[in-house]
């Protein structure tokens, strides 16, 4: 059954665990997406006499913080020692007792505790997930491999918030909680019965390289404008998570509502992620990335100017389509241009972008917004524009139209599965 999925949907075993396993544990984490603004209001903050949606953004820009942080050292960790699947579990367990631990509870602090402690699991999970995405895949393929793997995490995020606004509505802040917690230790247990190292990881285990977390050699300025990219893009697809709250009173929506609109940016990323990333091993990958941005640009700026739940869905399809054309094509750009040994290490300058983004994002949100509601989202409009120029002007292309073998200009010896 599974070499027969793996065949259908063109990638190899270690692809299509490591893609099951994100899509339990995304659907874990996003359950909160809905949620969290939500127990924020219910819960006492003395210590922090702010704006509600400044503790929002707070309380969610804590977790991009400590994303950004710490993956570049936990990158460096798995490359010295090559046990990239240890790190992915060990991770999924961090972020499963986290999630399991919000129904304990009882104050604003204590959020901000458990979203850090969230954040220490991401930050083992990701490079080393993708280090291996790396490893098991080949160039002519890696486009439509990430594509896989970033649509399955779509699914998660797409059912996540659909499910976290069900369940409070009808059960409770606790049962959200609890099968946030389930999905997440699911994962884990596909991660561990269903991956396995391939030989390059395993053998750099044996022999493991000195510790560094910074090689200026490895931080390319190619390397380093896809994480600027991907920094704009997340930055701009998480801001309306802060504003919830005013979303729903300015709509006169309910949290359900807010859930759909917020999930129509996954279903969108779902829907073309894949298509995407494979025509990406065509075409090339700074095409798709620079025409992601400039999309991202206006999508996001009407946010701001929705006047109905339908309004904000559209808009938040049109910026799914946008942050597809950024993410697997950025992604297997990345891997295109990682040196062998140093995968942890350059692709967490990726995740690590994606991570200030997340943390950026939904702060700047709630602090603008006090200014004005559509503040942010012009900001964030304006910073898209920037972000396609940086791309286009300081980020190599690694694949050659036209020819069968696609040569990187910062070479790769990754072997296949």
């Known amino acids: 059954m ?50 509600e949606s400044v503790r929002v953004g707070l309380l969610i820009s804590l977790y991009g913080f400590f994303i950004a942080v710490l993956q570049p050292v936990m990158g460096a960790l798995a490359d010295r020692y ?17 999630t399991l631990a919000f129904v304990f509870a009882s104050r604003f602090v204590d959020l901000l505790l458990l979203r850090a ?38 699914v998660g995020f797409a059912i996540g918030p659909l499910l976290g606004g069900y369940l409070h509505v009808h059960y409770g802040f606790d049962t959200a909680f609890l099968l946030g917690a389930a999905a997440i230790f699911l994962g884990m247990l596909l991660v561990h019965f269903l991956v396995r190292e391939p030989e390059t990881a395993v053998s ?3 022999a493991p390289a000195k510790f560094q977390i910074i090689d200026r050699k490895l931080w390319t300025v190619g390397m380093i404008g896809l994480g600027l990219a991907t920094f704009i893009m997340a930055a701009d697809f998480s801001m309306m998570t802060t504003l919830e709250n005013e979303f729903n009173q300015r709509l006169t929506q309910t949290a359900v509502g807010f859930g759909l609109a917020f999930s129509a940016l996954m279903v969108s990323r779902l ?6 990333g494979r025509w990406s091993d065509r075409i090339g990958r700074k095409p798709l990335i620079i025409g992601g941005m400039l999309l991202l640009a206006p999508s996001t700026l009407m946010l701001g100017l929705a006047g109905t739940t339908l309004q904000l869905t559209g808009y938040r399809l049109l910026q799914g389509l946008a942050s597809a054309a950024v993410a697997a094509p950025a992604f297997a750009l990345a891997a295109d241009i990682s040196h062998q040994g140093g995968e942890g290490r350059q692709l967490s300058v990726i995740t690590m972008g994606f991570g200030l983004g997340i943390a950026v994002g939904p702060l700047v949100a709630g602090l603008l917004a006090v200014i004005f509601f559509e503040l942010p989202f012009l900001v964030g409009g304006l910073f898209s524009l920037l972000g396609a120029w940086i ?6 292309e690694s694949v050659q139209r036209g020819r069968k073998k696609r040569p990187s200009p910062e070479p790769s010896q990754h072997t296949a599965d």
């Open 2 to 51: 599974i070499s027969e999925l793996s065949r259908r949907l063109g990638v190899n075993r270690i692809v299509l665990a490591l893609s099951a396993a994100r899509l339990a544990d995304a659907l874990g984490n996003s359950i909160l997406f809905i949620i969290i603004p939500l127990y924020v209001a219910k819960l006492p903050a003395p210590w922090f006499p702010f704006p």
């Open 82 to 98: 090559g046990r990239f699947k240890l790190f992915i579990q060990l991770g999924l367990v961090t972020m499963g007792i986290a």
């Open 117 to 154: 402690l969230q954040g220490v699991g991401v930050s083992l999970t990701v490079p080393a997930s993708l280090a291996l995405m790396a490893i098991a895949t080949e160039k002519e393929t890696r486009g439509g491999s990430m594509g896989v793997f970033s649509s399955m995490r779509m």
């Open 204 to 206: 750099s285990s044996t």
């Open 271 to 276: 829907i073309f992620q894949i298509p995407l």
């Open 391 to 396: 791309v286009y002007q300081y980020v190599p």
